[in-house]
């Protein structure tokens, strides 16, 4: 069949809402895909987006009840689960996104580094984002693709090192550029400048790189005035200024960006790409990804460069679990249900942010008869996770799910109080359950002096 007949036969499949053919659709190699997407009109598109998302909700809720059912299994606890076919699905919707833009996506691993999953996700994106030497060195050795780094401040005696793993630098001030620019661009490296866009919608203040006194990003007055002298050995800009947001926050922050820095991008044709940064929530469901690949398609056209973006949470966003075991139930007003699993040690976002993750087969109201408050194991009072109603009263050897834990806890956790860190297991797309690495004493110890 001709790429027209193949086109016409994906068409009358969106037009009928038949996801059946999404399988195949997504084994094509990448130029056959695109070929096709080009024969489809804008309506098609839209259709087709409606019904991977759909697709993609589908496979999760069935998979989420597959959480439950390992952890009323005999299973060691805790444990963060990591699944790789929910994994396969957000890379499917990111790549999507390339497939439509032409932009290239990068994970972040500052927010997942398990590197067991990352033969599924190498498949599918252009590599990673690091924050400095270690994350560079693990993207290079373990994912084998493009590695970004930026970081606030290089120490000198680690720049050969990160250079070495490195395909681009990008620099937080003309100072550091100064210094370590010319280095990277002799051993053939990429060389970027972070700036301020300038505005951001994001409202804890402690996750806004745009906020008052940000140390991140060169601000606009101090870009104009130093560029020219540094201009041609720039190679690209990275701003980064959304957390856990909506294309539409994306538009505004790109207004802002645009004002500041587009004459910049108009003017110098050593300017071959823009980094968006990270936060773009792609695959939550109610994500807008129409109007992201309109925003890139429309920032390609008019500055002739190569957009990046840097999801991390977007990466393994729903595809893992926390499982964690009711050690005890204790009363104080009302009930505490005291579990292996610690907010301050395993879930730290739990109390920085703050926010309360959602448990499986519980409910947020009072719809449910049986209301606890969920802590852990630790010394710290503030050792809670959140209150949480159950259709049936808990006892000590219950096990609770929490959902969404595959981002910013592994990479963040701690041995606090020397408790255990979580084991790490992946279920493998053939069903089977690997543990990958379990923890005890020694890993306390070698923390320690």
């Not at 839209?46 to 697709?55: P, Q, R």
């Not at 745009?210 to 130093?226: M, T, V």
């Not at 499986?360 to 719809?367: D, I, Q, T, V």
Request: glycine content about 6%; hydrophobic content about 40%.
């Amino acid at each position: 069949m001709d790429l027209k007949g193949k086109a016409h036969c994906v068409y009358k499949r969106i037009i009928e809402k038949d996801a059946s053919f999404l399988t195949d659709f997504f084994a094509l190699s990448d130029k056959k895909r695109k070929e096709i997407l080009e024969q489809l009109d804008a309506k098609a598109l839209e259709c087709l987006t409606n019904i991977i998302k759909t697709s993609k909700q589908k496979i999760f809720d069935e998979h989420h009840k597959k959480f439950l059912e390992i952890a009323s299994a005999n299973i060691n606890t805790p444990v963060y689960l990591i699944d790789e076919t929910l994994v396969e699905e957000n890379m499917k919707v990111l790549r999507y996104v390339k497939d439509r833009t032409g932009c290239k996506i990068l994970h972040a691993l500052k927010a997942y580094a398990t590197f067991a999953t990352f033969p599924i996700m190498r498949k599918y994106l252009d590599g990673v984002c690091a924050s400095g030497l270690n994350e560079a060195r693990l993207g290079f050795e373990k994912f084998k693709k493009e590695v970004h780094t930026f970081g606030a401040a290089y120490k000198h005696e680690d720049m050969e090192d990160i250079i070495r793993y490195s395909d681009v630098l990008i620099f937080n001030s003309f100072y550091q550029l100064e210094n370590f620019g010319n280095l990277a661009k002799e051993k053939g490296k990429g060389v970027g400048i972070r700036v301020n866009p300038g505005y951001s919608d994001i409202k804890v203040e402690i996750y806004n790189p745009c906020a008052p006194y940000s140390r991140l990003g060169i601000i606009y007055e101090i870009f104009k005035k130093q560029y020219n002298k540094f201009s041609h050995i720039i190679d690209g800009l990275h701003f980064h200024a959304l957390c856990e947001q909506n294309a539409d926050s994306l538009e505004r922050v790109l207004d802002s960006f645009k004002k500041l820095f587009g004459p910049f991008l108009m003017k110098n044709k050593n300017l071959k790409w823009v980094n968006f940064g990270g936060g773009h929530h792609i695959t939550r469901d109610d994500y807008d990804i129409e109007l992201l690949i309109s925003l890139i398609r429309d920032f390609k056209r008019d500055f002739k460069v190569q957009v990046y973006l840097e999801p991390g949470e977007a990466s393994v966003l729903n595809a893992g679990v926390l499982i964690a075991t009711v050690l005890d139930i204790v009363e104080n007003k009302k009930k505490i249900a005291i579990i292996d699993a610690s907010a301050e040690a395993h879930m730290p976002d739990v109390l920085l942010m703050p926010y309360r993750p959602y448990v499986l087969n519980s409910s947020e109201e009072e719809k449910k008869q049986h209301d606890y408050r969920i802590g852990g194991p630790s010394c710290l009072a503030g050792d809670i996770i959140g209150d949480y109603f159950f259709d049936k009263p808990l006892k000590p050897g219950d096990k609770i799910v929490f959902k969404d834990m595959a981002l910013y806890t592994i990479v963040k956790n701690t041995t606090f109080n020397g408790i255990n860190l979580p084991d790490i297991a992946v279920i493998k797309k053939s069903g089977e359950i690997k543990v990958i690495k379990s923890f005890g004493y020694r890993d306390y110890q070698s923390r320690q002096s």
